[in-house]
């Protein structure tokens, strides 16, 4: 079965870095799209980057210039480089796959995601 675990949060400051991780297995990882998402307490929860099987990227404008996103295939595991970290950045975050072709347009939108993992929290103060 398809099994998605994050790791890399943890606390840091303002302007600092942090990378997150998600390890994958249960299905072909570089097949179709994988995405970070977040979500903020007392707010819905937003796409942060996504990365198609071609290796495109798409990023939320509010992380954009500030957040990478990459896969490594050999190793089935999906990353979010996340620079200069601002306390707006403080949420849960989630990576996921979607088992299907989902359109650039879409590639941030939850609801095309089937998996999800359990989730790493990041603290900026």
């Known amino acids: 079965h398809v099994q998605l675990v994050e790791s890399g949060g943890g606390s840091v400051q303002a302007g600092g870095s942090l990378r997150l991780s998600c390890a994958a297995s249960?299905?072909?990882?570089?097949?179709?799209?994988m995405g970070w998402f977040r979500e903020a307490p007392g707010k819905e929860r937003e796409g942060v980057a996504a990365?198609?099987?071609?290796?495109?990227?798409k990023f939320a404008d509010s992380v954009k210039g500030r957040f990478t996103i990459s896969k490594d295939n050999a190793d089935n595991t999906l990353y979010l480089q996340m620079n200069s970290l601002a306390s707006e950045d403080t949420a849960m975050y989630y990576c996921?796959?979607?088992?299907?072709?989902?359109?650039?347009?879409?590639?941030?939108?939850?609801?095309?995601?089937?998996?999800w993992g359990q989730g790493t929290q990041v603290t900026v103060s």
């Open positions: 996921a796959y979607a088992s299907l072709t989902i359109a650039p347009r879409s590639q941030l939108v939850s609801h095309w995601y089937t998996y």
């Open positions: 249960g299905y072909r990882f570089a097949s179709y799209c």
């Open positions: 990365i198609d099987s071609d290796g495109d990227t």
